[in-house]
């Protein structure tokens, strides 16, 4: 084995391991180094633009405090024109320092009140920013920025609308005020060492009071070709400030002043943020590289001493690898070195207890062995004995489980058949009382089809008379056609016999002549009329005859139905009484039935709760033959493992054989 493999190992991986500990360590005390000094920078950022709102603050509040004291005093006192006008010019020029152009005033009347400046004739008050934003203004606000070109100032308009008594809008409020005040405390303001401040205005986009780059002053900051200039236009068009922003070799931080269009811009060179960040960058790395050495050469000279009784430890280890426990080894350390060694030796004799504890139990363990696999090898023997008597019984069991199990389907079969017997027998009992129903109105028909026939032949009876009273009239209409018919004859012969002496009257007779003639014709026309009556008589005593021989006819058939109709009605009441019979005949079947349904229900049940009662003997013995087949298998496993035990200890006596103690 190689000597000094721990210390070439410790010098190999140990000091590039430190090397890198303390580039970590160094790199992240950088890091928050550096992440605290950006903090503190944007506090500073912080401070400025805070000093700078408030200075500015001052100044606008001023202001809007003027124009908003003037409103509510116009809004309270002034009831007209005059009243506005006479204030107005009252105040106008109160506060030089403050509005050096004086208040002014614009009416919705058309009225334009200024005692500082007279407009020309082409000027139009309603077209100002300044009027058309105040009318909508309900408090004090500042309108665009805009330089001007006489006094090179730059200029916003403060304004807000005023109302009269009723609360209507009657005019506007406003002032020109001067930004110089503003532009001088952002020239004033310095940032670090040579960073600076200026203010942007929203609506317009012009930039004033940047002392450093005179000539962003007047621009609008779209129109400056800058890093910074686009940045901060964008961000003013997204509304997104107050933050600290890294532009190029800049660091930018943007913020609104409340109640104006003002934005403050604080700017400093990355540089000048960042200087202290250099210093501390040397320090950390000259530190870091002393430090490291000096580490180095601590840890080689703590080795060297810790390391040194480490082949004392190590011969201990191979003696104990060599199963040899004869010698204890000493060092004069008192470290943990020194705690390893009595440890070792301490080991080297409890591992010579163990062994020889071990070897006495593995001698009994053999003995314990044999014992056990005489036991396993009569647990079997009983176990085969029990499972064969188990298994016998579980197909005793299972026999008697299927005859029960056949009674059961008979018996709900026999259940079933009851109960399908009981519905056919329940089916026949209403066909029967329907039967009874039909029977008891076939006999009311009957009786009122008797009642009906009897009628009729009454009313035969009567027709035969009737006919038979027919028949004497046209007897009597024969005998008097008779009469007529002799009559006519008489008459047409006294007809001849006038015209025959007519005739021989010669003229004088002429006119008997025509009534004779007449009288035979009117003897013809009665012949003729006999013939027909006699005709028609005869035909009506041919029908009265058949009609007489007809209604005596009808008159025996209509007995004869009522006869039939008598024995049909006894009949019925034959029929009504059998059927009676049988209705009662029907319920005792019924009764019978449901006595025996009920009895199947019961062998049903029986039939089950024995059956379950065998399912649980057979799961029982099935149970029974399951513990017996686990004990001859643990009996055998139990000879197995007596088997397995006997050679363990023989083995394990080997083993121990090889210590040397």
Known sequence: MKKNLIRKKVAIFGIPVVIIAFLLVCSVTFLSTKKTTLKNSEKQFSLHVEKLDNEVSKE??????????????????????????????????????????????????GTYIDKMWTPGDDWVMKERPWYIQGIEADDVVFGDMYLDADTGSYIVSVFTNISDQQGNVVGVISADVQLDAIDQILRGEKIFDNGYAYAVDRVSGLVFGNHVDEKMNGQEIGAVKTVEAETIAQKIQKDTYDELLVVGDSYLKIHPIDGTEFVIVCQAAKKDVESSLLQIEKVTGFSSVAGMILLNVVIAIILINILKPIPVINKKIEQLSNLDMT?????????????????????SDQLKQMVLTIKNSALQMRDASDDNMQTADNLN?????????????????????????????????????????????ELVAGNVDTAIDLVATGEEDMRTLESQMNHVSEISGNLEEAVANVEKGLTGITEMVNVIQEIAGQTNLLSLNASIEAARAG?????????????????????????????????????????????????????????????????????????????????????????????????????????????????????????????????????????GMSELSTNLLGEVSKFKL
């Open 507 to 643: 003229e004088s007779g002429r006119g008997f002549a025509v009534v004779a003639s007449e009288i035979r014709t009117l003897a013809d026309s009665c012949e003729n009329s006999v013939k027909q009556i006699v005709e028609t008589t005869d035909h009506l005593s041919e029908l009265v005859a058949i009609v007489i021989n007809e209604t005596k006819t009808s008159r025996d058939a209509i007995d004869n139905s009522v006869e039939v109709v008598k024995k049909t009605d006894e009949t019925f009441a034959a029929i009504n009484s059998t059927v009676g019979q049988i209705h009662e005949a029907m319920e005792h079947v019924k009764h019978a039935i449901s006595d025996i349904e009920g009895v199947a229900t019961d062998m049903a049940a029986s039939t089950e709760e024995q059956s379950a009662s065998t399912m649980e003997m057979q799961d029982t013995c099935e149970k029974v033959m399951e513990l017996a087949k686990a004990v001859r298998t643990d009996g055998e496993k139990t000879a197995e493992a007596g088997h």
């Open 381 to 425: 023997g009983s176990a085969d004995a029990q499972l064969e008597a188990v298994s016998v019984l579980t197909g005793s069991i299972h026999q008697l489980t299927d005859a029960i199990n056949q009674i059961a389907e008979s018996a709900q079969v026999l259940t079933q058949s009851v109960s399908d017997t009981d519905e056919a027998c």
């Open 327 to 347: 010698n204890d080894v000493t060092i004069k350390n008192k470290d943990e070195l020194g705690v390893i060694v009595h440890n070792l030796n301490t080991m």
């Open 60 to 109: 606008i509040r001023e202001t809007v405090g003027i124009i908003g004291n003037i409103k509510q005093t116009v809004n309270r006192t002034c009831q007209s024109t005059q009243d506005i006008q006479e204030y107005i010019y009252s105040i106008a020029d109160s506060y030089p320092d403050t509005i050096p152009t004086g208040i002014y005033c614009g009416l919705t009347d």
